[in-house]
Structure formats: C-alpha cells, structure tokens
C-alpha cells in the first residue's frame, strides 16, 4: 500500500482489506476490540453511544448485541470507512459524521457511553488534550469514556522494543516484510502514540477522576474512564 497525504485518504485505502489487516498488523487487536464489551459495570446500559473513529465499525458491531436499543453516533474522517459502516449497520438508524473530530459538535451531557477504538493514536498531543475535556463534557454524568490504543510515546526508552517486539509479530503473517515498511511509513507519517501514564494525567485534568487500565499487553492498553 502506497502512503497517502492525509488520514482520510489513508484510511479510504486501508479500509479495502481493514479487519484481516489489522488482526495481522495490530498485535491484541482482537483482545482490545472485545475489551469494549467485557468490562463494564453490571447494569450498565446505554441509551446513546458515539464512536469516535469509527473505522469499518468493529467497536460498534461488538455493542449493537449488547446494546440493540441504542442510539448510535459514528464519527470518522475517511469516506470509505463510513460508507463500510452505512452498509455493515444498514439495518440500524444510527447517525453517521463523515468529519475530523475537530469539526464535529461535542455536545454536552448528550452520551452515556463515548467509544475510541485505536482512533486518538492519530491525534497531536494538544489535540488528545482538548478531545478529552470535549468527551468529558459530551458524556452524561456516569457515562463511560472506553478507549483502547497503542499508548507509548516515541522518545519512551522502552519503544524501540515495542517496535522490535511488533515487527516479529507482523512478520508472523506478512514475511515477506513489505507489510512492515509499509506499517512503519504509515506510523512515521500518521501516528503519535502518547504514554498512557500522561494521557491518563490530562484525562484527569479533563475532570475524570475514575480511570481504569482493564486490559494491557504491554502499551497496547483498553481502559475505561467514568465521569
Ligand atoms: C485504526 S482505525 C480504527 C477503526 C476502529 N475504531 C477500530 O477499532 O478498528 C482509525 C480510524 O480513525 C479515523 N481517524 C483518525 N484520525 C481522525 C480524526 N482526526 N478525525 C476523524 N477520524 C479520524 C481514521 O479515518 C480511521 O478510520
């Protein structure tokens, strides 16, 4: 896969082939994906979720069973993966946002659940900062911020061997190593993972005081956070 100006193009060419790329490119992808329905409070259930980065929807098909009577807000830059996801949940009223997170209208007190599944990686330090006070204030009081990403930082002395340890995992589906140079330039070109420790700081200065790390293998993190 060619390198592409800007997220939304790039996610327009990887949403061809997205799920088998990112079991084979995402190590824990699918631990972290099931993540976002294992782990909440019992009796939890939510009348309005908003997935922030919706991709193909894989967060979203792991709640519709849990959650059917839901109404559902799907946020994302790329086309293609919002046109995935019109025709994957073509028999459900949900409403789609074809935006940048910057443009799209974090309403308050308006969700009770407010999903990312490995979206925010994608986002500069000060905008992770400024994102998490909009989902704060965009969820209803108790309503749950669930987030699941790589969260490490570049200049982390240990990510060097997050990259070794990632490269022999890709390598067990791909080996002829293209997938890899292609993994790298998008992660040079697109990504700006942040240590977990500093993203829970500033949700914590966003106001959320309950914050949990629920799933981890290394830096690939699922954690929930309650407002
Ligand atoms: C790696 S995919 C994750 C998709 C899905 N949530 C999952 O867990 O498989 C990241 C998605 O976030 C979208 N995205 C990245 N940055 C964005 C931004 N600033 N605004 C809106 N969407 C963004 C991309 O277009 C892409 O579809």
Redesign the pocket.
């Known amino acids: 896969m060619k390198k592409n100006e800007n997220?939304?193009l790039?996610?327009?060419e990887?949403?061809k082939n997205?799920?088998n790329d990112?079991i084979g490119c995402?190590p824990h992808?699918l631990q972290?994906?099931e993540s976002f329905v294992k782990y909440f409070p019992e009796n939890f259930n939510p009348g309005s979720v908003l997935?922030?980065?919706?991709?193909?929807?894989?967060?979203s098909s792991q709640l519709v069973p849990y959650f059917p009577n839901a109404t559902y807000t799907l946020?994302?830059?790329?086309t293609e993966?919002i046109n995935l996801c019109r025709h994957k949940f073509k028999d459900h009223n949900f409403i789609y946002h074809n935006?940048?997170?910057?443009d799209?209208s974090f309403n308050k007190d308006s969700y009770d659940l407010i999903?990312?599944?490995?979206?925010?990686h994608?986002?500069e330090d000060k905008?992770k900062q400024s994102i998490f006070k909009d989902i704060y204030s965009s969820l209803k009081q108790g309503g749950i911020f669930s987030y699941?990403d790589l969260m490490i930082s570049k200049t982390n002395p240990e990510h060097p061997k997050i990259l070794e340890e990632w490269h022999s995992f890709v390598n067990i589906s791909f080996p002829d190593g293209e997938k890899w140079k292609w993994i790298m330039e998008h992660y040079d070109a697109?990504d700006k993972p942040t240590d977990y420790n500093i993203q829970i700081e500033w949700m914590k200065n966003a106001g959320f005081d309950d914050i949990q790390i629920l799933y981890n293998q290394g830096y690939w993190i699922y954690l929930q956070a309650v407002k």
């Open positions: 997220i939304a790039e996610f327009n990887f949403s997205y799920t990112m995402a992808y972290l994906v997935d922030l980065g919706c991709g193909n929807g894989n967060i946020v994302d830059a790329s993966m935006n940048y997170f910057k799209f999903v990312a599944g490995f979206s925010l994608h986002l905008e699941s697109f």
